[in-house]
């Protein structure tokens, strides 16, 4: 394992793991584990916890606003009627190998894929792919990458000739024809850091849909199924903020509409959409979980008890009714689900010694 030292933003320093897997059968070919931030590990929610403790003053015309959706308003009579396997990513305490698994909702059946990767992991809409970051060889850039739902047909995507250019976590079109990133220098050069877009068949047509110019980075891109608007987390170092707490942005797929939508330290994660768009759901530096129009109204945080921890990557079941997202307490993490009004808070793993995180939940049921 090799520990490269490189910069996010000016000496924002990350861990790369790199080492080569293989898969079985006719999918055989090795890759390498793409690389984890030790800088960022809060904002990536792979490794620690947002253990900011600090209040977040809000106005109250913001917190007195809980038109929170209920499980009957929240399922939307369409494409989205069925909750299939959770994803998410599994390594033993301090550990840097992670393997992906996935569950049913109620805990059972859960599935080792055949191959080994980092977290990152996104369903397609569809639930017959999911998309991962990788890189090329120990050291290389980030680059995209699709896989079967079963871990099988791992394909890496060129996406850049940008020797400098790592793209990194991200999520799908609604027509899963191109894949959105967080892109960032591989050392160096800011103006990197912004948000991205790449067919998802081949990794080509790449666009540039944000940039940061407050010097900080624009991180997670995640996307409404219902019209394509991306919502994502951004940074900005002048404002003194802890380490990877920034605000939530919006705007639509060309990148057009750029709007903040939640006050700047509240947001400590991207957010997660609702099947129908209505809603974003997000965690903060207090940790909580919070819900927000993407217009920036209806903030406030979820009524819902939540164990000793912090939430993180909160990401909605296709029927919208619930959220799945991590928790973590003592340096571990376990995954949980909980419908959004509050109630029905669910532990679906339990592995006292075992780390497990970056959730996301799909249509498959297989």
Known sequence: MTLDDRARHAAREFRRVADTMHRAGDDQRPFDRFDRFRQRRQRTQRFGVIAVAAAVSISASFVA?????????????????????????????????????SILPDGSHELALPVSFTDCAEWSPDGTQMHLTASEYPGS??????????????????????ANLNLGCG????????????????AGDPSLNGIY???????????VLSGNPYGGYDAVPQVSLADG?????????????????????????????????????????????????????????????????????????????LPAGAPTQPRWSPD?????????????????????EGSDLTQITDTPTIDERWPDWGTNGG
């Open 65 to 101: 606003i809980r038109a929170f959706p209920t499980a009957d308003q929240k399922r939307p009579a369409h494409a989205w009627s069925v909750n299939g396997r959770i994803v998410f990513g599994r390594s033993a305490p301090n550990v840097d190998e992670t393997r992906l698994f």
């Open 141 to 162: 850039r980030l680059r995209p990458a699709v896989v079967r739902a079963d871990g099988t047909g791992f394909t890496l995507l060129d996406a850049t000739t940008d």
């Open 171 to 186: 999520d799908w079109t609604p027509d899963a024809s191109r894949l959105v990133l967080e892109g960032f220098p591989q």
């Open 197 to 207: 877009s790449v067919r998802s068949s081949d990794g080509g047509d790449l666009e």
């Open 229 to 305: 608007s991306i919502v994502f987390l951004r940074t900005d170092p002048a404002r003194q903020l802890p380490n990877d707490v920034g605000a939530l942005f919006v705007m639509r797929t060309d990148g057009s509409g750029l709007r903040r939508i939640t006050p700047w330290g509240l947001a400590a994660s991207s957010g997660g959409w609702s099947p129908d768009g209505q809603w974003i759901a997000f965690t903060t530096p207090s940790r909580e979980l919070y819900l927000v129009h993407p217009d920036g109204t209806g903030l406030a945080p979820m009524t819902v008890d």
């Open 320 to 340: 919208g009714a619930e959220l799945v997202f991590g928790l973590r307490t003592n340096n571990r993490g376990d995954i949980y689900t909980v419908a959004v």
